[in-house]
């Protein structure tokens, strides 16, 4: 090899560790600008309302089986202005004291706009589901005095959009008290052999790095 074999290959080196310091000095910059656009706009986590529940069947029997079939309306808003939301997965289902008497529906993917509102429709069953012993004392108790207190989670995962970036996965959780009364009629509207319980409850919402 010739010195001047030498200097072209000393100077294609140079090139390319030039090249290589100014892509990944570009890639900085770029990740600098979308943190900065990230903390200036900071996204705030949605809303959701659980609107109404509509009651089919709500059956206790021995020895302590709860049967139970309602019709939720759950809305959903962005208040971002400048921020989009993809839903990437949501199970939605009832509990009661922490313990799930239904089972978990998978709500379909969605894209939330810069404040859109979603409403979902979703049914949920269960059926003969066993109920802890301390639970279903405490049922009957509720029961008996005409005031059911349930509670409709939501968990999943969410992405936010800005522009054309779109961040990594964020966990959701959300929880909506029902307070179903069956002995004051004046708080639900029949609906053929249903009784629909109009709500418009506030639900609180978790979001956290997945």
Same mark, same amino acid.
């Given at each position: 090899m010739?010195?001047?074999?030498c200097?072209?290959?000393?100077?294609n080196?140079?090139?390319?560790? +030039? @090249?290589? $310091?100014?892509?990944?000095? /570009?890639l =900085?910059?770029?990740?600098?600008?979308?943190?900065?656009?990230?903390?200036?706009?900071?996204p705030?986590?949605?809303?959701?309302?659980?609107?109404?529940v509509?009651?089919?069947?709500?059956?206790l029997?021995?020895p302590?089986?709860?049967?139970?079939?309602?019709?939720?309306?759950?809305?959903?808003?962005?208040?971002?202005? +400048? @921020?989009? $939301?993809?839903?990437?997965? /949501?199970? =939605?289902f009832?509990?009661?004291?922490?313990?799930?008497?239904?089972?978990p529906?998978?709500?379909?993917?969605?894209?939330?706009?810069?404040?859109?509102?979603?409403?979902?429709?979703?049914?949920?069953?269960?059926?003969?589901?066993?109920?802890?012993?301390?639970?279903?004392?405490?049922?009957?108790q509720?029961?008996?005095?005409?005031?059911?207190?349930?509670?409709?989670?939501?968990?999943?995962?969410l992405?936010?959009?800005?522009?054309t970036?779109?961040?990594?996965?964020?966990?959701?959780?959300?929880?909506?008290?029902?307070?179903?009364?069956?002995?004051?009629?004046?708080?639900?509207?029949?609906?053929?052999?249903?009784?629909?319980?109009?709500?418009?409850?506030?639900?609180?919402?978790?979001?956290?790095?997945?």
């Open positions: 010739t010195v001047k074999d200097s072209e290959h000393d100077d080196k140079q090139l390319v560790k +030039r @090249i290589l $310091i100014a892509i990944f000095g /570009l =900085i910059v770029i990740a600098i600008v979308v943190f900065f656009v990230w903390a200036i706009l900071h705030a986590k949605p809303r959701f309302i659980l609107q109404d509509t009651i089919y069947a709500f059956n029997t021995a302590n089986f709860l049967t139970s079939n309602m019709q939720i309306t759950l809305s959903s808003r962005n208040p971002n202005d +400048r @921020i989009g $939301i993809y839903y990437q997965k /949501l199970d =939605i009832a509990s009661y004291r922490n313990q799930q008497i239904t089972l529906i998978l709500l379909p993917r969605t894209y939330q706009g810069h404040q859109d509102i979603t409403i979902w429709s979703p049914f949920l069953c269960g059926n003969a589901v066993p109920v802890a012993p301390f639970l279903e004392a405490g049922l009957s509720d029961l008996n005095a005409g005031l059911v207190l349930l509670n409709i989670k939501v968990f999943g995962q992405k936010w959009k800005v522009g970036w779109i961040s990594g996965r964020y966990q959701i959780n959300a929880n909506c008290p029902a307070y179903i009364s069956f002995s004051d009629r004046t708080k639900d509207i029949q609906v053929g052999p249903a009784m629909k319980y109009q709500l418009v409850q506030t639900c609180s919402v978790d979001v956290s790095l997945d």
